[in-house]
């Protein structure tokens, strides 16, 4: 009995093989790249006393962006691999022959790259500035309110710039003994503090350290006599370690796309916003090099001459192709950003190599595909 598969039946096996590997690579590297850059963050917990699982909140923020990063590269491996596989099993030479053309052969591994570009473009307009926005204010969160766990014994710890505590001995409970802390963040009111003892408490607006039995000396700028200040109790507020108030500068990167579209609203230089526009545009061209690296992959597969023990030149040729794009992109990038009058190339690195890709493979000039038969030709 012989059985016959659909084409249907032939799409949803490629597609599935295709769509899984795209899933389990990108969630591969997504994780490694977490993990190296994750080591940055390792010092808070092992030395500053920070949990674990804020630890893993925090360093969970940034895995949206490298997953928008990588999912256009992935999709070109994944789709180079799987049909070369194929190819190598002799899959899609049994296919041709049932007289799949090169647009049914290719279009699971399209329908995963459309599925791509529409998860960059939820990723890139959505949740990646979400989530760096709550990355840096969780990480701004952190440096001002648990700028307690940076104190350490014998150490003289910057908590800001303008900001030093040196204390000779603490306990577990919060208790300070033997504390000098140079406190500049008042231009006209640069004071030296020193006290027996203190004790770590909790302020309205954070972490703060209670002195007590101490003295405070500053130098008064107009008489040029330094002053000498006794307490029996003080306050030093550490949730005002850094300059200014708590507000803090937003990056181009966690904002929406409309402000970055339009940016004279929000930007306070006027030099920077050439750089917000051209992010803009990045976000918009950058998921569709999704269906171009795809494109290319799927060129560099099912055209030619079938080869019994497979080809490199193709292969390395296609991985050529999109490293000299990645490149490519990164230089336009840069350059939109110094003028936005070349914000249009970015469209065109993104756009013209899917449309070069498909003329040559569904193009009436493309050359008929041949399974390399030895000898001449029947009659």
């Not at 940034?62 to 992935?74: E, H, M, N, R």
């Not at 803009?280 to 998921?287: A, N, V, Y």
């Not at 497979?310 to 991985?319: C, D, K, Y």
């Amino acid at each position: 009995m012989m059985f016959r598969l659909s084409p249907t039946c032939i799409a949803r096996y490629i597609f599935r093989q295709v769509f899984i590997a795209l899933v389990a690579v990108t969630g591969g590297l997504a994780a490694l790249i977490w993990l190296t850059q994750s080591l940055h963050f390792v010092e808070l917990v092992v030395n500053h006393g920070l949990s674990f699982f804020v630890f893993l909140e925090l360093t969970g923020l940034l895995i949206p962006s490298f997953v928008a990063v990588i999912l256009p590269i992935t999709c070109f491996v994944v789709t180079q691999f799987s049909y070369q596989r194929l190819a190598g099993d002799r899959e899609l030479t049994v296919m041709r022959s049932a007289g799949l053309s090169p647009f049914a052969l290719s279009r699971p591994a399209l329908a995963s790259g459309i599925i791509a570009t529409a998860a960059c473009y939820a990723l890139n307009l959505w949740l990646v500035p979400l989530s760096l926005q709550s990355f840096r204010e969780f990480q701004f969160e952190i440096r001002n309110r648990v700028a307690a766990f940076l104190l350490q014994e014998g150490v003289f710890t910057q908590i800001s710039d303008d900001l030093t505590v040196y204390i000779r001995a603490r306990d577990p409970s919060g208790a300070l003994e033997g504390i000098m802390v140079d406190d500049a963040r008042q231009a006209n009111d640069h004071s030296t503090i020193f006290a027996e003892r203190g004790r770590l408490v909790e302020g309205p607006n954070g972490p703060q350290v209670l002195l007590e039995h101490g003295s405070r000396q500053e130098i008064d700028h107009k008489t040029g006599r330094l002053n000498l200040l006794t307490f029996a109790a003080n306050t030093l507020d550490l949730s005002q370690a850094s300059k200014g108030d708590n507000e803090r500068l937003h990056d181009m990167s966690e904002v929406p796309l409309y402000q970055l579209l339009h940016p004279a609203a929000y930007v306070g230089v006027a030099r920077d916003i050439p750089k917000w526009r051209a992010e803009g545009h990045k976000r918009l061209t950058s998921p569709l090099t999704c269906i171009s690296y795809t494109f290319i992959a799927l060129y560099s597969v099912l055209t030619g001459i079938f080869r019994r023990h497979g080809g490199i030149l193709r292969p390395a040729a296609a991985v050529g192709a999109v490293v000299g794009l990645l490149a490519l992109g990164l230089a336009l990038g840069n350059l939109a950003a110094r003028n936005n009058a070349m914000i249009p190339l970015l469209y065109v690195h993104a756009i013209v190599p899917s449309l070069v890709c498909i003329w040559l493979l569904y193009g009436p000039r493309m050359p008929a595909l041949r399974l390399g038969r030895r000898g001449p030709a029947p009659a």
